[in-house]
């Protein structure tokens, strides 16, 4: 009786521990963290994000409707950090989709090797959103076979995420991006 008595309570301190060590790793944020003035996002972070998730987001073509994966980086310091990444590693986009004709289109880049050491060509669609309820940056990621990246089967899963992740910590502090993204905004269409 002791034993199992000890056991359990081994055992629950265990995963009580791992849990609490995984929630508030999760929830530390990365980069410089900046106080704002809205209580759903009480800070952003400068060059991070408080965290990243891989949502399924639903999808209509031609009447026909699918889940994609979309790995979000939320409360980061402005939702172009993605879009900003891409553009610092391959330039200007090659398409732009305005789904519901908004002003800040979703940038798309097409069969672009991420890896040194790889020769797969991945086709990425860089996207974010800033409302008083969320701020986000976003990639939805393709490979040259038309596979969904970031789904849990996707055996450089992992390795995606950390590009991501990696290239918003250490993203170019200058603004051509900028420049170029907000002449095609403002021009007339």
Known sequence: MKKTIV???LILGVFSCSSTKTNSDKKKGVGVKQKTQNPNTPYIYKN?????KIQPKLTVIENDSTYI??????AVFTAMYTKKLMFDN?????????PNNERHPILI?????????????????ASGEETW?????SVIVYDNENQDCLS????????????FSDGI???KIDNTFYDVYWDMVNAPR
């Open 7 to 9: 056991l359990i309570v």
């Open 48 to 52: 991070g994000y408080l965290d990243y």
């Open 69 to 74: 994966n979309e790995l979000k980086f939320n």
């Open 90 to 98: 391959f330039g200007k986009w090659d398409k732009e989709i305005r």
């Open 109 to 125: 880049w097409e069969r672009k090797k991420l890896f040194e050491n790889d020769n797969t060509l991945y086709s990425i669609a």
């Open 133 to 137: 309820e969320e701020i986000y940056a």
């Open 152 to 163: 849990e089967t996707y055996t450089k899963k992992d390795a995606l995420i950390n590009y």
């Open 169 to 171: 910590k250490n993203l």
